[in-house]
């Protein structure tokens, strides 16, 4: 079996709406700094009523990775649930226009796209209420052998747990990719993330995937530790690739016995942390893709990210890596 | 009869698709550089496909001169066509959310929200590809005492002449205004609308407009010169007030004898000229709605276009007369 992509993405399929606001309106719909929340139909009308006015553009975590591995130069395809709506359109829109392999047909009827409130304080930190509609509606029967096909990895994120089938269709997807010689790769998403689910985390980490990709945070959320050295050594017991982002400490791979500590680079001015861990994500995976040492993978990897805080929206730009020569 | 607001926009409400193209693109959909083109549906959906990854945000020409009218502190309304699609939903709530008062239901059926897909070329130039969709249905039964009010001003773009009813609503528009003791004023749009309604547009700014605000090629193609001195003595024949915009060579504001040049100010980097033209007419009206002198009134529009020429996207941001004192 063969496929003609590197990576498949599987994930949560957003539309962002992004607006800057003051830390009082985030304090005025009693959201934490930071924090990611799940919320209904109802709550997103009424978020928005009190929201400034907005930007919208494609998001998704797991789908800003695969874009922007496709504007590094990767070939992509993508497994996500939006409908045949405005939004809808203007996500796979933007996939498409990527030249990435979009493996679902929107859906006819059911809730309508995703989006998700990304409210952006003065600090450039992004704040997010989801509202997952159209992605709930993921299911079993989406992911199969010829949706799946043989990329040399997928890439699922934690999000995915948030849907009822979640957990059935990334084993499902997991069996259908070990069985043609596909990697497993798994962004975990976010720490509360890592707290809602961590026992199926944990479980699906030790059995069944290959490379994770997460923050520090996430990581100690799945370890259960609470300091980076102790995460360290909990890391011992796992047979994992793990590429570990720390904001302004840079990244740490770790595999087996192999350690790549990797600093971050100097930024002038954050305008809008929202996408960084994709876009290292998305850095991390090219080169892995191409084959590259781990140390060259995670310079891709910061050097993605570097450009992504430097910018509002969460997608890196084509031509990225122009001139740029991991050493 | 009395109204709440300083400022009534009529215009097309058109939701902006923003993109990075290069002048290749241009060339292969045969768009001249700087352009508005009106599309159809089938076109749009051709062009749309060819585009690259995209932001929606709130636009129309008049509609952003609303939107600036209101961060800058001035109350508004607005009449513009929407359907009741997520589009005009994202529509209504960017005017809404700036506490302008939205005159028009969405239209519960018929053609979906217009859109206009502005193609940013690497020079910030604009070039407009736009389908005017539900833009098109507006109607006479639209304008009425009740929907248009006793404002201090009416503000109506060029473009609504693009619309079937556009001329018949506009002179409706203008003749309860005037009852009302409510002053008009005109936006010219571009040069190629003035081009399309020349002979109503001299009619209409002869007998119904107070304040006409344009750049040197609209007032030109209106009076029919091919130079600026011939435009300033070709509007000794004309009793209106002129707000005339020059790119890099500032404005000139023409009103009987009275005269005022004001010179552009420094701009460190151009991101995008879009909404450049609505940027100043917003602080240009901001400062006439406050009775200040026609010098200051064009200070307050340059101030806002040299805002919105450094930013992505056409709309004024709040606060930007913080600390600004015309003088």
Known sequence: MTDSVQLLGISNAIVDVLAHVDSAFLDSIGAEPGSMTLIDKDR????????????????????????????????????????????????????KSLGIDIRLDKAEDGAPTARSHVLITEDGQRTMQTYLGACL???????????????????????????????????????????????????????????RHRDSFEEFVRDGVDIVVADEDEVMALVETHNFDDT??????????????????????????????????????????????????????????????????????????TQVIQQLGARIEPGLLDGFEAR
Not at 245 to 268: F, L, M, N, Y
Request: hydrophobic share 40%; glycine share 12%.
């Open 44 to 95: 997103a009308h009424e978020i928005y009523n009190q929201m400034g006015p907005a930007t919208e553009m494609s998001g998704g975590s797991v789908a800003n990775t695969v874009a922007g591995f496709a504007n590094l130069g990767g070939s992509a395809a993508y497994i996500g649930k939006v409908r045949d709506d405005q939004l809808g359109r203007i996500f796979n829109h933007d996939m």
């Open 137 to 195: 509606e993921l299911g079993l029967a989406d992911i199969n052998e010829a949706t799946i096909g043989a990329p040399k990895a997928i890439l699922l994120e934690g999000y995915v747990w948030d849907i009822a089938e979640g957990p059935a269709l990334a084993r499902k997807a997991v069996d259908i990719a070990h069985k043609n010689g596909t990697s497993v790769a798994l962004s975990l998403s976010d720490s509360f993330c890592v707290e």
């Open 232 to 305: 360290l050594k909990a890391l011992d017991g796992y047979n994992n690739l793990f590429a570990i982002t720390r904001s302004a400490k840079g990244s740490v791979i770790i595999h087996g016995d192999e350690k790549v500590v990797q600093p971050a680079a100097g930024v002038r001015d954050i305008v809008d942390t929202t996408g960084a861990g994709d876009a290292y994500c998305a850095g991390f995976l090219f080169g892995w893709a191409n084959g590259l040492p781990l140390s060259h993978c995670a310079q891709y990897g910061t050097h993605c990210a």
